[in-house]
């Protein structure tokens, strides 16, 4: 045997363990977990709010449950996962990426980017292994610029799952920003190890 194909058959092992590893992880998170579990590249954060989970539809009878007798807020847990990326030898240039689900349980993602690198309309490529997603600049404030995943009309008839169950399914995932004035393009490789498990715990933390 080869030393290429040893080392290629040490690495397949210890992928392989780090993903056995991290499901471990994920499973262990149930309903009403609060505090900080990192799986893979990603932060699961739930914490301790006032209100209803996040994910759960209000009628007459969930809000009156959400209250109980005194007509105080119950606490549940909102959770969310999330992951920071800075460019490589340029601390300055990051973007942070986040998944949560709103209160039909779909699941939604929001994209910081740090100050300069976008402007409020602008348009970002999201390319998939199975395609692209287009990612539209909502706003930009002091500090960052707050982005999110678009859905175009003419692509509603054939679409089988929204743009964020695809982000969260992808096996490649790279978001680039268009060049500024004067600059060029900033490219980030998202680090989707540990993504699915995570999402996977959230939603069960949620409930």
Known sequence: MSRHSVVAGTILAIGAMLAVDQSVIAQQIDAGFVGVQRIGAWNLVCEKVNGPPAGTK???????????????????VHCRVDTKIDQPGNPQTWMHMAF????????????????????????????????????????????????????????????????NERIAAAKTAVLTIPARAGGKPVAFRLPLDGLQPAIAAMRRANR
């Open 58 to 76: 209000q009628t007459g009878e969930t809000a009156q449950e959400a209250h109980g007798a005194t007509g105080a807020p119950k606490p549940s």
């Open 100 to 163: 949560s689900l709103d209160p039909q349980r779909f699941l939604t993602v929001f994209m910081q980017l740090a100050p300069g690198l976008a402007g409020a309309g602008d348009y970002l490529d999201l390319r998939l292994n199975d395609g692209g997603v287009r990612v539209k600049v909502l706003f930009c404030g002091p500090g960052n610029c707050i982005a999110v995943p678009v859905i175009r009309p003419q692509d509603i008839p054939g679409m089988k799952i929204t743009p």
